[in-house]
């Protein structure tokens, strides 16, 4: 309970922030330039759809992932408490109806750990690997959209003013608008 009550609280706080920034950003940038309020509409959308397909693939990845690893941390947890059993099946003493722990040392249980934390660690890391590469795969295609939307903005600033008859902007405007469309990359 104490994990939902603390990240919650501060992940919606960036949300809300992160979304208020980018809404004023956007209007900021509509205001000087109007013409891009419809490039930017696109992106929006193309933002939207590439959000939506990760967000499908990435709840199944999640789910194969914290799948992956509680055998990997139960096969720990069943080592520091001495039993042998794999996984986490306790052997019942048939005469007292009690608890038989063998350690691992014994009867060549640690072989058989070993081999059991390979396998599991194998899956867990196939998993992580793909959650690792669903995230770079959604950075890249933002990043790019992002960096096509800046440069384009950047150039109907410097050369589409004068070149279509409209206003020219002078060197602030133009400096204010790319200092709120500017890429930043983690």
């Known amino acids: 309970m104490r994990t939902v009550d603390t990240s919650l609280a501060s992940i919606l706080s960036m ?5 208020s920034s980018l809404f004023c950003k956007f209007v900021a940038v509509v205001i000087f330039s109007p013409a891009f309020a419809v490039p930017g509409a ?3 959308g193309a933002v939207w759809k590439l959000g939506r397909v990760y967000m499908k693939a990435q709840m199944s990845v999640k789910r194969e992932l914290n799948n992956a690893r509680s055998p990997v941390l139960a096969n720990f947890v069943v080592a520091m408490n001495g039993m042998g059993a ?6 019942l003493f048939a005469a007292t109806n009690e608890y038989f722990a063998v350690t691992v040392r014994a009867y060549g249980a640690q072989e058989r ?5 390979v396998k599991t660690i194998d899956n867990y890391t196939r998993c992580a690997r793909a959650a690792n590469n669903l995230t770079r795969w959604i950075c890249i295609r933002i990043h790019g959209l992002g960096g096509l939307f800046a440069a384009s903005f950047a150039t109907f600033l410097v050369y589409g003013g004068s070149a279509t008859g409209n206003r020219e902007y002078d060197t602030q405007t133009i400096g204010f608008s790319l200092s709120l469309v500017r890429c930043r990359g983690h």
């Open 15 to 19: 949300f809300l922030d992160y979304s």
């Open 42 to 44: 696109v992106i929006f």
């Open 113 to 117: 750990f070993s081999n059991t934390l």
């Open 86 to 91: 794999f996984p986490l099946q306790l052997a």
